[in-house]
């Protein structure tokens, strides 16, 4: 049985000043006790904690402010500072206990680990064993898991911690590309939070979301501006070809470049369309895969030109309607030759937009673009073409797999540009008309 606590005077100088030397004890609740240990020459402040089984934890918190020191908050304290210490660090070592309870803490970088596993296994089971192991990868590894945060435990992170993260973050890096960092991060975040809520913080969803808000209201980003006129998009798969048939591509770069710039769907969806999707005069375009929990339909339907048709049919005669529409050819290194030599492999479809991107740079240098330019402008034009041939904001939102709010936060002008020009069919003459009598004007005489 615990013998009963013998609380000794330590809260003033004067008070310490007269005790022997040793440790003396002074309760802060039944469980928790702050220690004092007299030496010749000043003292130690001490906490411990009970562990169970008549069995105590004991740590030492700083230097007590004896003599000529004068308290600090930190390694110097008083014997308040103490006080507030000894809670501050029980609690933490209880909540690392907690943490530790059904195997390791987990820290940011288990989440991480974990959230990807779980985010390939679901792209396995959708798209086959080919599927990518997609861009959140590359992005968590490069700006998250290289950083100090990674070590962090979630049981003990702070809203300063992310804070401090995001703003250390490149400035260099595009705001759309900080968004999806973030919003990467958040999601393995706010995973493991749900996983391991037993063993964390009941704020941790408070703290994740608060850490990694924005420090300032962002303004929405224009993406009207970022938009292509027809005739650069019509230089742009003129573009295509060229580079198609230059590089032995067999006509596989120009038919992506015509579905995106005549669909304006993603990449993701576009590499997911299959033969029998298209039908007479229309594609249908696999929806995304964003937007949790949102129920809707699997597909688009989305009308194209009887030019979109033309371009499509050599890859749709003659093949099943389950095959992919759009594929192109895997190369693999010929070792017959002394030199590396790359030779045609096997034919399947696209996987990551990344394999666009060299010829991409090579279709806008010849086809004059500003310079910049990325496929996604192909979304934007459509997106734009159709604002201001006046069709509804929620049939545009619809064709493109989105929202009509998106559509209204970021491609505003291009709506204010068709409602003017409604609303000036509505423009009517109000003033009545002039008479002829009131036209005549009298001469001078004389």
Request: charged content about 30%; glycine content about 6%; some cysteine.
């Amino acid at each position: 049985m615990a013998k009963t606590l013998t609380e000794a005077a330590l809260t003033t100088r004067n008070a310490r000043a007269g005790l022997p030397q040793g440790v003396h004890w002074r309760g802060l609740s039944p469980d928790v006790h702050l220690g004092y240990r007299k030496q010749k020459r000043g003292g130690r402040w001490l906490v411990r904690w009970y562990q169970g089984d008549q069995k105590y934890k004991q740590e030492t918190l700083g230097t007590a402010d004896d003599g000529k020191l004068e308290a600090d908050g930190v390694a110097c304290l008083t014997f308040e500072h103490a006080k507030a210490a000894a809670a501050r660090h029980v609690s933490a070592k209880r909540a690392d206990d907690l943490a530790a309870i059904d195997g390791p803490a987990p820290t940011v970088r288990l989440a991480i680990d974990a959230y990807l596993v779980a985010q390939e296994t679901r792209e396995v089971a959708r798209d086959g064993e080919k599927a990518s192991r997609g861009d959140a990868r590359l992005r968590l590894t490069r700006h998250v898991l290289s950083s100090p945060l990674a070590g962090k435990m979630l049981h003990s992170l702070k809203e300063s911690d992310l804070s401090k993260w995001r703003d250390g973050l490149s400035s260099e890096l595009a705001a759309t590309t900080v968004r999806r960092i973030i919003n990467d991060l958040k999601a393995a975040l706010n995973a493991a939070a749900t996983k391991d809520r037993a063993r964390l913080p009941a704020e941790i969803p408070l703290i994740i979301k608060n850490g990694l808000a924005a420090s300032q209201a962002e303004t929405p980003t224009a993406r009207d501006k970022s938009a292509l006129p027809d005739s650069d998009i019509r230089r742009a798969i003129m573009a295509a070809a060229t580079v198609d048939e230059r590089e032995g591509w067999d006509g596989d770069l120009l038919r992506l470049v015509v579905v995106l710039s005549a669909t304006g769907a993603r990449f993701s969806q576009v590499k997911r369309l299959a033969v029998g999707d298209v039908q007479q005069n229309r594609l249908m375009v696999p929806t995304s895969h964003k937007g949790r929990g949102v129920k809707k339909a699997s597909h688009s339907a989305v009308r194209v030109g009887a030019d979109v048709m033309t371009a499509l049919r050599p890859v749709v005669a003659g093949r099943r309607p389950g095959e992919p529409l759009l594929e192109r050819w895997r190369h693999k290194q010929d070792k017959g030759h002394e030199k590396a030599v790359w030779v045609r492999d096997s034919r399947g479809p696209w996987v990551t937009a990344s394999e666009l991107s060299r010829p991409w740079a090579e279709i806008v240098k010849l086809a004059e673009l500003p310079a910049g330019t990325v496929p996604y402008a192909l979304r934007h034009s459509s997106i734009v073409r159709q604002l201001r041939n006046g069709l509804p904001v929620r049939l545009v939102a619809a064709l493109h797999d989105t929202s009509a709010r998106m559509i209204e936060t970021h491609y505003s002008s291009a709506i204010i540009d068709a409602l003017d020009e409604l609303s000036a069919g509505a423009v009517v003459p109000l003033m009545p008309p002039e008479s002829d009598d009131d036209k005549v004007v009298p001469l001078r005489v004389g």
